[in-house]
């Protein structure tokens, strides 16, 4: 047991000092993957089982982590809202910001209920409005056919029944809905290289890049997204740190005057929900 103890805490230390902010939680992160474990068997080391090949799996994963790798890339999951989601380098990394999505409209939902998530990525924001309602009717879209084969294998892993669309916003979808849900890209060309250098290097920057202002591909979608609702449809969108002036801005250049902002846990405005007006 004390070899065990010696390998987890000395790897413990190199992501420390390679300066991984969140080392205390890849280790155990990268821990269990290696040793095929549950995540609060990581400290148990009596449970441990393991080859000298699991061992060097796990020396592999560290060194991964340390050369500024995510830990969701290396062990292929991320986890969000009730689940774990597997991710690769074809999605963003599911975060706690667009968990807001699911908490404001979760008990929106009803049986029957027509909802869309654009964009859908690796699918968890339409996956877990499902799994609040499995009565719900979801269809996920996304313009990569590769994003939509991962959405596809997590809605298959989490027992989901939905349409899967292959989409450029709304190019190819041609019915309504009651709920939209959508995380498009908006990081703006000025924030774009202050982002951690591991975003930078290892998430698409397809799906981060918003143009100048960050909003480019939001007010594309707003521009339509009035024509795919039914009567008093909502539609819900993510966005950046500080453009909720700019959002608010266009919102009543095209005449939608029943929307709320909700702030995330560091309170800034971080969702817009918006009602159809009828």
Not at 157 to 178: G, M, P, R, Y
Not at 179 to 200: G, R
């Amino acid at each position: 047991m004390k070899n065990k103890q010696n390998l987890f805490f000395s790897q413990k230390k190199i992501l420390k000092e390679a300066g991984c902010k969140d080392y205390n939680e890849s280790i155990k992160l990268l821990f269990s993957k290696a040793f095929k474990l549950p995540l609060n068997s990581s400290y148990k080391f009596s449970d441990y089982v393991g080859s000298n090949e699991n061992s060097r799996l796990f020396l592999d994963m560290v060194s991964r982590r340390a050369a500024g790798e995510p830990t969701s890339h290396i062990i292929c999951s991320r986890s969000f809202w009730k689940n774990d989601f597997y991710i690769n380098e074809t999605v963003l990394d599911p975060r706690p910001d667009s968990e807001l999505i699911i908490d404001i409209t979760k008990n929106l939902l009803f049986d029957g209920m027509k909802v869309l998530d654009l964009g859908c990525g690796s699918g968890c924001i339409g996956i877990s409005l499902y799994q609040e309602n499995s009565n719900i009717r979801l269809s996920l879209a996304d313009f990569s056919e590769k994003t939509l084969s991962l959405s596809k294998k997590n809605a298959v892993e989490l027992k989901v029944e939905c349409e899967f669309i292959h989409s450029d916003l709304f190019a190819h979808i041609d019915e309504k809905f009651d709920l939209i849900v959508t995380n498009l890209p908006y990081v703006a060309k000025s924030d774009f290289f202050y982002l951690q250098k591991e975003i930078i290097l290892h998430e698409p920057h397809e799906a981060l890049y918003g143009g100048i202002s960050g909003l480019d591909k939001i007010k594309l979608f707003l521009g339509d997204v009035q024509r795919y609702l039914n009567e008093s449809g909502i539609f819900v969108v993510e966005f950046g740190d500080g453009q909720d002036v700019l959002l608010k801005q266009e919102l009543l250049r095209l005449n939608f005057s029943k929307f709320d902002f909700h702030r995330d846990l560091n309170g800034v405005n971080r969702i817009v929900c918006v009602k159809k007006d009828t």
